[in-house]
């Protein structure tokens, strides 16, 4: 069973930059960035599949990057200019097999990481 573990989060100040790395444990083509904050869903933000253009929430896009190492089984999020809003525990997922549509949404996935802490401070 694919298993996920995230890293790199921490506490930055605003307009800092952090890199989530996520270690996958069996390849999957369609992985995705979620964020999460207390009381609210997983919010989409970044999701890259083989085949498909990359997509970005509108509230990262030109920030934040999202990119995969196949040889290394790691997706990576680099997010630049933070801002206090992009604070959250940010998730690693794994689409369920074959998905190809509404990669943003929490729905399309069926394998998540533990989660990472992203602190983005004034």
């Known amino acids: 069973q694919i298993q996920l573990r995230e890293s790199g989060g921490g506490s930055v100040q605003t307009g800092g930059s952090l890199r989530l790395s996520c270690e996958v444990s069996?390849?999957?083509?369609?992985l995705a960035w979620f964020r999460q904050v207390p009381g609210k869903g997983r919010e989409g933000i970044a999701a890259i599949a083989g085949d498909v253009p990359t997509m970005y929430a509108d509230a990262v896009k030109g920030r934040f990057t999202i990119s995969k190492d196949s040889a290394r089984n790691t997706l990576y999020l680099q997010m630049n200019k933070l801002k206090p809003d992009d604070t959250g525990m940010y998730y690693c997922a794994a689409a369920i097999e074959g998905q190809r549509f509404f990669l943003l949404h929490e729905y399309s996935y069926n394998v998540w990481g533990q989660g990472t802490q992203v602190t983005v401070t004034e």
């Open positions: 069996i390849n999957r083509d369609t």
